[in-house]
Nanobody, 128 residues
Framework: QVQLVESGGGLVRPGGSLRLSCVAS????????VGWFRQAPGKEREFVSA????????LYADAVKGRFTISRDNAKTTVYLQMTSLKAEDTAVYSC?????????????????????WGQGTQVTVSS
């Protein structure tokens, strides 16, 4: 079993930055690929970014490429999402998810049904 808890959300002005954290319980966390997803009001949940179990490969949605950076510290069982140059359209509930896999990142990162565990989410609001 893996439990995921997100934190770091909040209210930020356009152009600002936030760092989200996804802390996992469970000793096998280093075997899991992790993805970040977001859901804005009235919209479907969408893929934001993902990272392989080793941290060696990352993937980003076009909407956040160049502004967001995903990273992980397996010793701390934590995955981070550093968000910069935030825009109003980044406002959403951000959730992390994990799945046990060693497959190539492009084969699993965007498939929401393939993730084994999900966190509760953290609200990010970008507004002046």
């Amino acid at each position: 079993q893996v439990q995921l808890v997100e934190s770091g959300g909040g209210l930020v002005r356009p152009g600002g930055s936030l760092r989200l954290s996804c802390v996992a319980s469970g000793r096998t966390f280093s075997s899991y690929g992790v993805g970040w997803f977001r859901q804005a009001p009235g919209k479907e949940r969408e893929f934001v970014s993902a990272i392989t179990w080793s941290g060696g490969t990352t993937l980003y949605a076009d909407a956040v490429k160049g502004r967001f950076t995903i990273s992980r510290d397996n010793a701390k069982t934590t995955v981070y999402l550093q968000m910069t140059s935030l825009k109003a359209e980044d406002t959403a509930v951000y959730s992390c998810a994990a799945r046990r896999t060693s497959a190539g990142i492009s084969t699993w990162s965007g498939i929401q049904s393939g993730y084994d565990y999900w966190g509760q989410g953290t609200q990010v609001t970008v507004s002046s």
